[in-house]
């Protein structure tokens, strides 16, 4: 079934192992269709992988070998909620300790370049309490990369 809607991602060559890792990393992930171009294009040649179709979480996405013209950036992100520390931790080594980097606040990029917010649902449910605890836990938030729910915690009780 083709999706009425689904995000394209564009990738320099690499959307084969960059689907392959999503699959690895992600449950209720994997690769469907390889298609592979019917002639000779600018960013390959016949025979290349031209897409990849593949599920990540649930999510159909389609990925593009369209060259190196357009590269990632923070304007587009995914949001993964997490349940606990252990799923939060195993989610952020798997896109940093696999070529990626860190940055703040949950923000991670996978060694694509492709942003990653790896988010604690304990962060989201402080957050929408408002008030202090939603100011205290933010104020906390601010001064990690990786989400650290004890920390979170600790804050929230002051």
């Known amino acids: 079934m083709i999706p009425k ?3 394209c991602l564009w990738y ?3 959307a084969e192992d960059a689907a392959r890792f999503y699959a690895a990393t992600f449950p209720d992930s994997h690769v469907g269709d390889i298609m592979r171009a019917p002639g000779d294009y600018p ?3 016949q025979g290349n992988v031209l897409t990849v179709e593949m599920t990540i979480l649930g999510q159909p996405f389609l990925l ?3 060259g190196p013209e357009f590269k990632f950036d923070e304007a587009v992100s995914f949001q993964v909620a997490t349940d606990d520390q252990a799923e939060t931790d ?3 080594n798997a ?3 696999n070529g990626g980097q860190e ?3 949950g923000w991670c990029k996978d060694r694509w370049g492709l942003s990653w917010q790896i988010t604690p649902k304990r962060l989201t449910e402080y957050m929408k ?3 202090d605890t939603a100011a205290r836990a933010f104020k906390a938030m601010m001064t990690m990369r990786k989400i650290d729910i004890a920390a979170l915690d600790a804050a929230v009780k002051g």
């Open 5 to 7: 809607l689904q995000p």
């Open 12 to 14: 320099d060559g690499t």
């Open 43 to 45: 960013a390959g040649k």
């Open 64 to 66: 593009l070998n369209g």
């Open 90 to 92: 195993r989610y952020w």
């Open 95 to 97: 896109i940093t300790g």
């Open 103 to 105: 940055s703040m606040c």
């Open 129 to 131: 309490q408002g008030g």
